[in-house]
């Protein structure tokens, strides 16, 4: 099982990126799919999240900025982040999981420059 994400890149403060990520082998419809952000110097931390039957949550300092969304149909999860900030720098890693089972891809970077 691996999951592809994409998207990253550099952009300047107040831009929009949006990432996407796609597993293989996994049916994205059985499990609550997350994007985490691994920031320099920090521990890999949630940022967002939808839960199988759609409900999302996100962490604070992204609330009314990004937004994830997930269509099963396609077997993918987006994270749309707009007016980003130099604090959202970091990787970013998506993620599968449903109860004891986490699957990750290699994730993608996102540097936001002041």
């Known amino acids: 099982v691996q999951l592809q994400a994409s998207g990253g890149g550099l952009v300047q403060a107040g831009g929009s990126l949006t990432l996407s990520c796609t597993g293989h082998?996994?049916?994205?419809?059985?499990?609550?799919l997350a994007w985490y952000r691994q920031a320099p110097g920090e521990q890999c931390a949630l940022v967002a999240q939808?839960?199988?039957?759609?409900?999302?949550t996100y962490a604070d300092s992204v609330k009314g900025r990004f937004t994830i969304s997930r269509n099963n149909a396609e077997n993918t999860v987006h994270l749309q982040m707009n007016n980003l900030k130099p604090e959202d720098t970091g990787h970013y890693y998506c993620?599968?999981?449903?109860?004891?089972?986490?699957?990750w891809g290699k994730g993608t970077q996102v540097t936001v420059s002041s």
């Open positions: 993620n599968a999981n449903l109860m004891r089972t986490n699957y």
């Open positions: 082998k996994l049916l994205f419809a059985r499990y609550h």
């Open positions: 939808t839960s199988r039957d759609g409900t999302t």
